[in-house]
């Protein structure tokens, strides 16, 4: 059993778990995931089965999409729901157009510090272990861009509400946009809920729930590298990249899909000068 699961993660249930219940059912041990959701976040997440975690590594810095609620006027110790309670003020005065115009801000590549309750290490510990002794530890400032950023509905009051939806590269933390955003607002926010619609080419819409996910849910390999550039290598350049050859290059810029005559993935490749050197064989020898 070769290819991958997309699945829509319930909330309650981290990535891990997630891969956890997989393995399980499809009763297999080469089974792991591209791009971590919170424990409390929703949405798409892609778990490679089999051969299909070897193009793990393609996958997991593709851009992904968001649509979370930021609650203003309150900040927390998590940057979301499930944190304790920090600073409280009235979101009274907010309205749509001061917050769109504060978006603005945050477009771009900007700058985050990840937030404690993390899976980023520091000094060869993650930073969420960190935190649960009650450790606070400086972190570094890290460069994310936010490709698009739109307020869809606003809810005013004295903990006004936004539904925000986020094109961004990876590596992004929504909950430190949020929390970055209120601060520039000068009344804090957090988010409330998490979805991710989009993981690379992957949409919501394709994503199975976790209760169904199985093995009649793994779709082919072939898919996941459908967004790549591709070409079409003879059965004799084939034997020679699974040997671990080079073959004739061609002439396309950056990694792309190498496929037999028959349609099956075979490896994933870039050129070199005259040669094509495949990065990873995902075709049995």
């Known amino acids: 059993m070769n290819g991958f699961l997309i699945v829509d993660k319930p909330a309650g249930m981290t990535s891990h778990d997630a891969v956890a219940i997989c393995r ?15 424990p409390d976040a929703t949405g798409v997440l892609v778990i490679g089965v089999g051969r299909g975690t070897r193009l793990l590594q393609f996958l997991s810095g593709d851009d992904k999409e968001y649509l979370a609620t930021a609650v203003f006027g309150i900040e927390t110790t ?16 907010l309205d749509k157009e001061t917050l769109e115009e504060a978006l603005h801000d945050f477009t771009g590549v900007i ?3 990840p937030p404690m309750v993390s899976a980023v290490k520091v000094g060869g510990e993650r930073l969420y272990r960190k935190a649960l002794r009650g450790e606070e530890v400086e972190r570094e400032p890290r460069d994310v861009e936010i490709k698009e950023l739109f307020c869809e509905s606003f809810l005013p009051g004295d903990r006004a509400e936004a539904q925000l939806r986020v094109t961004c590269t990876k590596g992004t933390y929504i909950r430190t946009l949020v929390h970055d955003i ?3 607002l000068g009344i804090g926010a957090h988010v409330g809920t998490l979805r ?3 993981s690379g080419s ?6 199975t729930p976790m209760d169904d ?31 671990g050859k080079r073959i004739a ?12 005559e028959r349609g099956s993935l075979v490896a994933m490749a870039h050129d070199t000068e005259n040669e094509a050197r495949s990065i990873c064989v995902v075709a049995e020898v």
């Not at 998590?78 to 005065?93: F, L």
């Not at 992957?202 to 994503?207: E, I, M, Y």
């Not at 290059?249 to 037999?260: K, L, Q, R």
Request: negative net charge; aromatic residues 4%.
């Open 24 to 38: 399980k059912r499809l009763q297999t041990k080469r089974i792991g995931h591209a791009g971590t959701l919170d």
């Open 182 to 184: 209120g601060k520039a």
């Open 249 to 260: 290059a061609a002439g396309i810029e950056g990694t792309y899909a190498v496929f037999d």
């Open 202 to 207: 992957f949409a919501l819409d394709q994503a």
């Open 196 to 198: 991710r619609t989009r």
């Open 78 to 93: 998590t940057q979301d729901a499930s944190g304790e309670v920090i600073h409280e003020t009235s979101a009274q005065d």
């Open 111 to 113: 700058r985050q510090i």
């Open 213 to 243: 996910a199985g093995v009649d849910s793994v779709q082919p390999m072939e898919d996941a590298v459908a967004s790549f550039p591709s070409r079409v290598a003879s059965d004799e350049e084939v034997r020679g990249l699974i040997q």
